[in-house]
């Protein structure tokens, strides 16, 4: 198993491993909107034999101000014949820890929080963050620098996310 930065020649691959992974070509569209719009911050991928078996795609979160405030993990997909294995959980370690050395603050997420927590990430709610997608604050989370937003912040994934 082998992860590294994405390639032009991979992005066909990284589109079908999305469409398979999600049965459905949005999360691929998106991946291709943030690249073309250069709003793809982090893009790896895992290797196998030569072949891809996983993505992961991590792009700016910002405040109503615009101002970036972190970066956002989504969307993570595996090849379905390939899915619990671990490949997914490699890509969300070594892209987490790819962020912070960038320098990213905060990582966030909105996802199963049975299996986000055992990356480290936490409710954003209790720390008065909350995501457009999720106002509720049931699946968003955070990791990182936790300190306590002013009220009830809302922050923004990219405008590609909008499918």
């Known amino acids: 198993m082998r992860l590294r930065t994405e390639k032009h020649s991979d992005i066909n691959q990284i589109t079908e491993i999305h469409n398979q992974a999600f049965n459905g070509p949005d999360e691929g569209k998106i991946?291709?909107?943030?690249?073309?719009?250069?709003?793809?911050?982090?893009?790896?991928?895992?290797?196998?034999?030569?072949?891809?078996?996983?993505?992961?795609?991590y792009s700016p979160i910002r405040n109503k101000n615009e101002d970036v405030i972190g970066i956002g993990l989504a969307p993570v997909a595996v090849l379905p014949s390939l899915q619990n294995q671990g490949i997914g959980s490699k890509l969300i370690e070594h892209g987490n820890k790819e962020a912070f050395d960038m320098g990213f603050k905060k990582i966030f997420v909105l996802g199963d929080p049975e299996y986000y927590s055992r990356?480290?990430?936490?409710?954003?709610?209790?720390?008065?963050?909350?995501?457009?997608?999720?106002?509720?604050?049931?699946?968003?989370?955070?990791?990182?620098?936790?300190?306590?937003?002013?009220?009830?912040?809302?922050?923004?994934?990219?405008?590609?996310?909008?499918?």
Request: charged residues 20%.
């Open 31 to 57: 991946v291709n909107n943030l690249r073309k719009n250069k709003n793809l911050t982090i893009s790896l991928v895992c290797e196998i034999d030569g072949k891809l078996a996983g993505h992961i795609a």
């Open 119 to 163: 990356f480290g990430f936490v409710s954003a709610k209790e720390y008065n963050y909350y995501c457009e997608y999720d106002p509720e604050g049931n699946h968003f989370m955070i990791k990182g620098e936790l300190s306590k937003a002013s009220g009830g912040t809302i922050v923004y994934y990219c405008a590609e996310f909008n499918v």
